[in-house]
């Protein structure tokens, strides 16, 4: 017992000190995260300011006309940016009412009904809508749906709301060749599923089991422990996981020029072709110059703003419901 006693002093006699950390190499590693955090900033201004510049001709030639206008005549060189902003913000809008209850069922069911020899593929095929390019949405939404919604969908409906007040002129299409901004939300609701449906599942899953266990305990059905203990727990995640699902209908390009229509007219019915932001610029921005090229990159500005007021309204909720 002495011999092990005497080897283990001699030991920590000869063990090597620990050194103390380098202030050299703290500093170096302070100073790299604040340069990334500076770069991201300093990009984004970079890229704030050179569309504010663009597109300033424009603003200063139609000043707030250009947002209430709806010309956008290049041989007069006369533009408005509300048809664009209207369509925008009508298929991103239509896309949440599609897209948002289909992913929390998804989300729910992967999380509490799915048996667990399924739950891995079926998520996996979930995730694999976002690995789609956006350009393949627009194909098979132009080519393949487009057809069929307007002899199942635009056709039936139109014929049936026809001369009815209000319903008549919001499901009318005067042309129904299966483009228009519903055909848009349809297939960016398809898009945003798989983001905010992967979160979502992933803010239930991190629940601890012993509340829902303890919910169940007490009698409570699948429906009232996912209404009452799920939701309200993973309610911040579930808000930023559809302002992400927002950001991502408002700032879609390709797959929207494919089946909008991209149409300058402003329409009450969901069914007639329109045109967003981001599919004009996409249609135009080739072969434009002078005042049309400035009022693009005004339309560029206008959808920053937009994308902006989404995340500001995003942090507010978010404040009151983790104030709640």
Request: proline content about 5%; aromatic content about 8%; charged content about 10%.
């Amino acid at each position: 017992m002495s011999a092990l006693t005497q080897s283990l002093a001699s030991a920590e006699t000869r063990a090597t000190p620990r050194k103390g950390p380098s202030r050299g190499l703290d500093a170096l590693f302070r100073a790299s995260s604040y340069g990334a955090a500076l770069v991201v900033l300093l990009v984004l201004a970079g890229i704030l300011g050179s569309i504010i510049y663009g597109g300033w001709p424009a603003f200063r030639e139609f000043g707030f006309g250009f947002l209430t206008s709806s010309a956008w005549n290049i041989g007069t060189e006369q533009y408005g940016a509300l048809v664009a902003v209207i369509g925008t913000v009508a298929s991103a809008i239509l896309a949440l009412l599609i897209g948002v209850p289909v992913s929390l069922g998804i989300a729910i069911f992967l999380t509490q009904l799915c048996p667990g020899w399924a739950r891995k593929p079926v998520a996996m095929t979930i995730e694999l809508l976002a690995a789609v390019p956006s350009i393949i949405y627009g194909m098979w939404g132009l080519f393949v749906f487009a057809p069929l919604f307007a002899r199942f969908v635009q056709i039936p409906v139109s014929n049936l709301v026809e001369g009815m007040p209000i319903i008549g002129t919001l499901l009318y299409a005067r042309v129904p060749s299966g483009v228009g901004i519903f055909t848009a939300g349809i297939i960016l609701a398809i898009m945003i599923v798989p983001f905010i449906a992967s979160i979502a599942r992933d803010m239930l899953d991190q629940i601890p089991t012993v509340l829902r266990e303890s919910a169940y305990g007490i009698g409570c059905t699948t429906w009232e422990v996912v209404r009452h203990v799920l939701v309200p727990q993973a309610a911040v995640s579930i808000i930023g996981a559809i302002m992400l699902g927002l950001g991502r209908a408002l700032g879609e390009t390709m797959a929207v020029t494919f089946v909008v229509g991209n149409a300058n007219r402003l329409s009450a019915s969901i069914f007639d072709p329109s045109s967003t932001i981001a599919s004009r610029i996409a249609n135009e921005f080739n072969e434009a110059d002078g005042l049309q090229l400035n009022a693009l990159m005004a339309l560029g500005c206008i959808l920053f703003v937009i994308t902006f007021i989404v995340l500001i309204i995003a942090r507010l909720l978010t404040r009151r419901v983790r104030a709640a």
